[in-house]
């Protein structure tokens, strides 16, 4: 997929998500700013967006899936990358029980290890 055609995804899998978790717009723009309000519905937001782009299994984040839609749909300008970041927060979702907490975490990571192509809608 092109980047365009990922955040026209990115679109639809929003406008599902924050109604379903009670997220302002306001707070869900900032995270593309590298800006990660540590709130239940935020949280739970990202837990929505993980799952529809099906890097969940059993209701767990799962680096396998994870590792597979990269190599499926991301470009491949920025493939490799992803996979690294992902590779470096392989664990971080370990350490949380609750998967809202677990996405905003490992989402909080991969931002940290490559800003310049962190993307989440």
């Known amino acids: 997929m092109t980047m365009k055609q990922i955040k026209n995804t990115g679109k639809m899998m929003r406008k599902t998500c924050m109604p379903k978790n009670n997220v302002e717009e306001e707070k869900v723009d900032k995270l593309g700013q590298g800006i990660f309000i540590e709130e239940k519905e935020v949280m739970c937001y990202m837990a929505c967006i993980m799952k529809m782009a099906n890097t969940m299994k059993n209701g767990k984040l799962s680096y396998d ?32 029980k609750d998967v809202c907490e677990a996405s905003f975490h490992v989402t909080k990571c991969i931002y940290k290890e490559n800003p310049d192509i962190f993307y989440f809608p």
């Open 65 to 96: 899936a994870a590792m597979k839609q990269a190599d499926l749909l991301l470009p491949e300008e920025i493939k490799e990358p992803a996979k690294a970041a992902l590779t470096a927060c392989k664990k971080v979702p370990d350490a949380y």
